[in-house]
């Protein structure tokens, strides 16, 4: 870790401290009976000091850490996908394949840095071969329905997920061996706008942005905190290959492609019934509940990082 | 010693790929003396059941399982005698032998819970729950104290589908219903239908 990164991740320690310190304030200003709002808060910040921590082990081991901590993620997240989205018995061979083959395989791919193949594996060739797998079962019910589900859940629990420590393998002239400050720039632009919609919505939060899809979402709640979490991307922009106002622009496309992925997974969550996508992560729900903007922006910051940068 | 690490070994494994979750929807788990009745779609079903449950609850909880897939000398006679403490009935009735129920009736005058399966054998058709067997009404009736418990197993058939060697890692919940009695003079009929709707109420909609 060099100097840039640690003095970030000091910065994140020390607000988190601060989160930390007024979510207690609140939870003894309330008093000792149970608050919802509250024990929520506190339970998520305690579960961002381990996520930080988890992150920050993983950035020790620098690229292959990275690319292990991501695999962990895109586990989690493809399990909790195919456990809520119901397929038949003869899905099962596209199950083992999308788990036990094209999970571990993306991510072989990109520690071996071999982009021509690790950006079109899932979308081609797995594209292709998952529908063929489920076909030799037979079994014709639901069948367009039962293939999308396995597609769609590798396309973003693996692909998009992957599309992060994907950031290492670019070649960006004048930023060699830092490309580790990317990853953490847009995991904390994205995740740090997650956090100021939650605090803008819960504030000032009066005009329901999306009713249907998302109930707690709301309109100021969205324009604060894209703005401010898009005002702290262009302040960071110190560790990024891109001056302020690219990195201001940068900032404002994840945040948008973030919040729209909240949407559209928060979409799939309400037509299946459920609130959370899994309990893995106390006061957040799953894996998917937390990655989800990540999932949308990732792909994007990618290959907008690699196209005018790289 | 073995059989204590074969024990440890497999309940880890069971909650590690299957990430269990226990819902106590109706009852908390409490030392008392039991009888849980589940679906039954894999032989992963009991595992599973018996390694959610915490630690001195396992030890007295005893699986009721078919003699004639586990009583094989070898490896499945280990398991099902040493390891999980389970009691092995005849499914096949023959003449000239007492009730196939005698040696879990035996089992609960010692005072251990058990893991029953109602239906008698793995469901593997696209209904959610079989026809109980009669079973079930005859031990409520032989220990009206001891508590049935309706524990609904989610997921598992996925996990490991019939003829498949490779668990797939998806995620299995079991929840814990409301505990039922036999009402005096209910019939066999209507206690099985009782029983098996409570099973049911317990799984998630549109599973």
Redesign the interface.
Known sequence: MDDNTLSLFAGIGALLLLASVIGRLLKWRAGPAPHAVIDNLNARINAWWVMVLVIGIAFVFGKYGVIVLFYGVS?YAL??F??LT??R?SD?PA??AA??VALPVQYLLIAMDWYGLFSIFIPVYLFLLLPILASFGGDTTRFLERASKVQWGLMIAVYCVSSVPALMTLDIPGFEGRNLLLIAWLILVVQISDVLQYVCGKLFGKRKVAPNLSPSKTLEGLVGGVALATLIGALLCWITPFNFWQAALMALTVNAMGFFGGLVMSAIKRDR?VKDW???IEGHGGMLDRMDSVCFAAPVFFHFVRYWWA | MLATLTAFVITSAARLITGARALWLGCTPLPVQRLYFANHSSHGDFVLLWASLPEPLRKRTRPVAGADYWAKPGIRDFLIRKVFNGILIERQRTEGQGSPLQPILEAVAQGDSLIFFPEGTRNLGDEPLMPFRSGLFHLAAANPEVELVPVWIANLNRVMPKGRALPLPLLCTLSFGEPLNLHADESKQAFLQRASQALLNLAPKDA
């Open positions: 586990f399990r909790e195919m456990t119901p397929t018995r099962y199950l083992v788990f036990y019934g899994g309990h893995m």
